[in-house]
């Protein structure tokens, strides 16, 4: 959790020291001789995506590595999996571990939504601009490099989910005939 | 075999969006590369005009910088067919602009008070040209035989207008 909030802190202010700079032209000139347009383009898309999708990864991070040694020793930490579901304790009370594994998945379900969202967003926006539907021709091509740049994130995103959901589909054939 | 689904369903995506972001990387890199590469002008056709008597030369630009015609020159030399004296025409100052990846029309005005050309006779022409990137001075020569491969467009282009 703490190694979360100072990756989403520090992302957060990388990407409006970038933002500033963008915006007032401090710096741009230096910054685009050392990575190209394209490259700095990439590196917006890349840190703007990175900070909606840190919870994601952090979450999905560490529900896999919860999970992995639930499945393997059994091990598991009830008050650290109940702290993870964001539910009020009292409502958690007599509930077995698959349960909360549920419901951690479910607590991440809004971010990945949201997530989600904004990419396609990105995804219509980069290809109205890049088929020249909007008339802006020259934008098209750096907002190209914030979608491959957001892209890289996705990747990630897509691939810890798609682990968690088949690692919960395994807990639950396997631990859930224990109820 | 779900696993292994999964895993082929990652490794995928992963292909496409490495593919995806080093195309996109490289194909810009490149392009600001070629940008900057001067083309040597191409002499597609030369034409000779009997009736203002002069030479008129397709020249099309390949490259991505403008190329400016900066002076021309022409050496005739008479065929059998001809009594015209030979004779040199040097430093005749041009100023024409080849914008990038087009073509344009240059004339070349032979001799004044000069026999027409006749099959046989050979204008070299020699055009000289420079790039943005530096001031040193190019040429292109040009070799054009008034032969009977004119004659027969001539002809044709008598009977087109016959008809």
Avoid: C
Avoid at chain 1, 161 to 179: C, P, V
Avoid at chain 2, 49 to 65: A, R, S
């Amino acid at each position: 959790m703490r190694l979360q909030s100072i990756f989403q802190w520090g992302l957060i202010a990388l990407l409006g020291a970038l933002l500033i700079f963008a915006f007032t032209g401090i710096l741009v000139s230096a910054l685009v001789a050392f990575l190209s347009p394209e490259g700095l383009a990439f590196l917006l898309g890349f840190i703007g995506a990175w900070v909606f999708a840190n919870r994601l990864l952090f979450g999905y991070g560490s529900f896999l590595l919860a999970a992995e040694a639930y499945l393997a020793k059994d091990e598991v930490n009830l008050e650290e999996l109940k702290e993870k579901t964001g539910e009020p304790k009292e409502r958690l009370e007599n509930l077995s571990p698959v349960a909360l594994f549920a419901l951690w998945l479910q607590h991440l379900e809004y971010f990945r939504y949201a997530y989600y969202g904004l990419f396609t967003l990105l995804l219509i926006l980069m290809l109205l601009s890049k088929f020249n539907l909007l008339g802006a021709l020259a934008l098209g091509n750096y907002l190209e490099g914030a979608f491959w740049g957001a892209a890289v994130i996705t990747l990630f995103v897509f691939a810890f989910e798609i682990t968690a959901g088949y690692l919960m589909d395994r807990i639950r054939s396997e631990k859930g005939a224990a109820l | 075999m779900r696993y292994f689904l999964i895993s082929a369903l990652i490794a995928l995506a992963g292909l496409m969006v490495g593919g995806g972001t080093a195309s996109y990387l490289t194909y810009n890199k490149l392009i600001r590369q070629f940008q900057n590469i001067p083309g040597s002008p191409i002499i597609l056709t030369a034409v000779y005009d009997k009736e203002k008597h002069i030479l008129l030369y397709t020249i099309t630009n390949p490259g991505t910088t403008p190329l400016t015609i900066v002076e021309k020159a022409l050496v005739f030399t008479p065929g059998k067919e001809s009594k015209e004296q030979a004779y040199i025409l040097s430093n005749i100052p041009a100023n024409v602009v080849l914008p990038p990846l087009s073509t344009v029309v240059v004339e070349l005005k032979l001799k004044a008070e000069t026999e027409e050309l006749k099959p046989g006779d050979v204008v070299v022409a020699t055009f000289t040209y420079q790039h943005p990137l530096s001031d040193d001075l190019y040429t292109v020569v040009h070799t054009f035989e008034h032969g009977p491969k004119e004659q027969k467009t001539e002809q044709q282009g008598q009977k087109e207008e016959a008809k």
